[in-house]
């Protein structure tokens, strides 16, 4: 299984500004995934991490909200771009190394919005 | 779009006792999978189902796909405090890529 690393783990940020966060495997991966998990709910999937090309957006996700690029097969990032309380969440990376593989998940990015 | 249900929402048990999750949907999935995230983790998978009737299992725990791949149940005998965490059910469609839904979730907490 992959071991997957996000930084941070955790920031408190104020409205209008926006964070990076980093998602990192220690090995190449086909696929790599960005997903919400708002307090107390479920997994929701933002967008799939393309390599080299545009992410794929998922319905109520759009780019200029959640930029994110994939400079490698190794390394992703997402942006949480002008903070609004409401986009306090867990963000995860996921990944799979095979298409239609198991998916591997990282501990998550802790996001506070004052 | 596609939901997965999951109930019970919350259960609080004690130790010893079993418990049955569970996971429906109206849709097929070609597989589905298991998780369990416990606080300030992502979620860990457990278990992936392929076939319609297939039943797996991991220790105490049980998982069964529906036959016709629409739903699935967490059967957990003899339950103990290591087994608190939000488990979720996760469905993989066909033509997806990998893409996953996921579950509502299930809050189970353990007690002595």
């Known amino acids: 299984s992959a071991v997957i690393s996000q930084k941070p783990s955790r920031d408190i940020c104020q409205r209008g500004t926006s964070l990076t966060i980093q998602c990192q495997v220690d090995?190449?991966?086909?696929?790599m995934f960005w997903y919400r998990q708002q307090p107390g709910q479920s997994l929701t999937l933002i967008a799939t991490?393309?390599?080299?090309?545009?992410?794929?957006?998922e319905s109520g996700f759009v780019i200029d909200k959640f930029p994110i690029s994939r400079p490698n097969l190794t390394f992703s990032t997402l942006t949480v771009s002008n903070m609004s309380p409401e986009d306090s969440s867990i963000y995860l990376c996921s990944v799979s190394q095979v298409v239609r593989e198991t998916q591997y998940f990282g501990p998550g990015t802790r996001l506070l919005v004052l | 779009t596609q939901l997965l249900e999951q109930s019970p929402q919350f259960l609080s048990i004690q130790e010893g006792e079993n418990l049955t999750v569970y996971c429906n949907s109206s849709s097929v999935f070609s597989s589905l999978q298991w998780y369990r995230q416990e606080p300030g983790e992502g979620p860990v998978l457990l278990v992936t189902?392929?076939?319609?009737?297939e039943v797996k299992k991991l220790k105490r725990l049980t998982f069964q796909f529906g036959d016709a791949r629409k739903d699935s149940s967490l059967h957990i005998t003899a339950a103990q405090p290591g087994d608190t965490g939000l488990y979720l059910c996760?469905?993989?469609?066909?033509?997806?890529?990998?893409?996953?839904?996921f579950g509502t979730g299930t809050r189970l907490q353990v007690t002595l």
């Open positions: 090995s190449q991966v086909t696929m």
């Open positions: 996760a469905g993989e469609s066909s033509g997806t890529a990998s893409k996953l839904t």
């Open positions: 189902v392929v076939t319609g009737g």
């Open positions: 991490a393309n390599q080299g090309s545009e992410a794929t957006y």
